[in-house]
Nanobody, 124 residues
Framework: QVQLVESGGGLVQAGGSLSLSCALSGRTFSAYVMGWFRQAPGREREFVAGISRSGGSTPYGDFVKGRFTISRDNAKNTVYLQMNSLKPEDTAVYYC?????????????????WGQGTQVTVSS
């Protein structure tokens, strides 16, 4: 059974940085494509970033515009999301997700495994 646990959320001022982590347990981490999504109140869950099994493919949501970086450490069973130049509109619950698809998908429906989410709040 796949379990995902996120950490690293919190409150930060606009222009600041946060680093999120997500640890996978229960299965072989390197077998999974990993993704980060976010959901703000009243909005649909949206794709933030994804990373292939090897780390060689890292698509991002259009709104990221070079501010975020996704990475993974297969030895530590962990995926990371480094977020810089944060804006108030980045405020949301951030979720990590795992998938066995071949390619990195951007739709939530492609990811059967989800963490509990971590709150990121950016103050203006």
């Amino acid at each position: 059974q796949v379990q995902l646990v996120e950490s690293g959320g919190g409150l930060v001022q606009a222009g600041g940085s946060l680093s999120l982590s997500c640890a996978l347990s229960g299965r072989t981490f390197s077998a999974y494509v990993m993704g980060w999504f976010r959901q703000a109140p009243g909005r649909e869950r949206e794709f933030v970033a994804g990373i292939s099994r090897s780390g060689g493919s890292t698509p991002y949501g259009d709104f990221v515009k070079g501010r975020f970086t996704i990475s993974r450490d297969n030895a530590k069973n962990t995926v990371y999301l480094q977020m810089n130049s944060l804006k108030p509109e980045d405020t949301a619950v951030y979720y990590c997700a795992a998938s066995l698809t071949v390619d990195v998908g951007t739709k939530p429906s492609l990811y059967p495994y989800w963490g509990q989410g971590t709150q990121v709040t950016v103050s203006s």
